[in-house]
């Protein structure tokens, strides 16, 4: 596609509930990002993807976040037992390569835990 | 842990006028960045710059860096209303990734 494109753009869910935010990355781009941002904060860094190497996690703010990149393109990050703290617009970005290039961001999820 | 700090955290002009925010870090960079936001979705990116760069032009903006005070301005001229948003710094350090500051939020008033 043109763009970095994140499904769904708004999630409502329950307490406790699991739930899975999608981002697929512009073709050819090797660097993902995701990132957390509550209302009216900064974004916070989750995870970010950098072609084969292992996936920086240290942004991660639980073991109930975790995140996969399957064959180097689309990216699925899960929120297990979902807590109302949990609810933010969730951020993905790609890049050409890591280093001194422009990042393209998605438009976001919105996730909302009642 | 967010490395950008920027300031002021809200600005408010008039149109017509300039805006300056700034933008501070804490460790050795390769590049930094500045992003706008509308309405709390995606970002668009507006202009890098190398650590060994000092001055950098895109159209109405102005970016300088300051690698010895480790501060970086943004500079919009002749405001618009459209350029209402928040506006973001963000660095690149060794093999780390993009780290964003919290934001200055301007409103151009027409």
């Known amino acids: 596609g043109a763009g970095v494109s994140q499904s769904p753009s708004n999630k409502v869910t329950e307490k406790g509930k699991d739930v899975e935010l999608r981002c697929d990355p512009i073709?050819?781009?090797?660097?993902l990002y995701w990132y957390r941002q509550s209302l009216g904060q900064g974004l916070e860094f989750l995870i970010y993807f950098q072609g084969n190497s292992a996936p920086d996690k240290s942004g991660l703010p639980s073991d109930r976040f975790s995140a996969e990149r399957t064959g180097g393109s689309v990216s699925t990050l899960t929120i297990q037992r979902t807590q109302q703290e949990d609810s933010a617009v969730y951020l993905c970005?790609?890049?050409?390569?890591?280093?001194?290039?422009?990042?393209?961001f998605g438009q976001g999820t919105r996730l909302t835990v009642v | 842990s967010q490395q950008g700090e920027e300031d002021p955290q809200a600005l408010s002009i008039q149109e017509g006028e300039n805006a300056t925010m700034n933008c501070s870090y804490k460790?050795?960079?390769?590049?930094l960045q500045w992003y706008r936001q509308n309405s709390g979705r995606g970002l668009v990116h507006l202009i890098l710059?190398?650590?060994?760069?000092r001055e950098k032009h895109s159209g109405r903006l102005r970016v300088t860096l300051d690698t010895s005070k480790k501060s970086s301005s943004l500079l919009i001229t002749a405001s618009r209303a459209a350029d209402t948003a928040s506006y973001f710094c963000?660095?690149?350090?060794?093999?780390?990734?993009?780290?964003f500051g919290k934001g200055t939020r301007l409103s151009v008033i027409a």
């Open positions: 073709s050819g781009h090797t660097a």
């Open positions: 710059i190398r650590s060994n760069e």
């Open positions: 970005a790609s890049s050409l390569e890591q280093r001194n290039t422009e990042a393209f």
């Open positions: 963000a660095t690149h350090s060794g093999n780390t990734p993009l780290v």
């Open positions: 460790t050795s960079i390769n590049n």
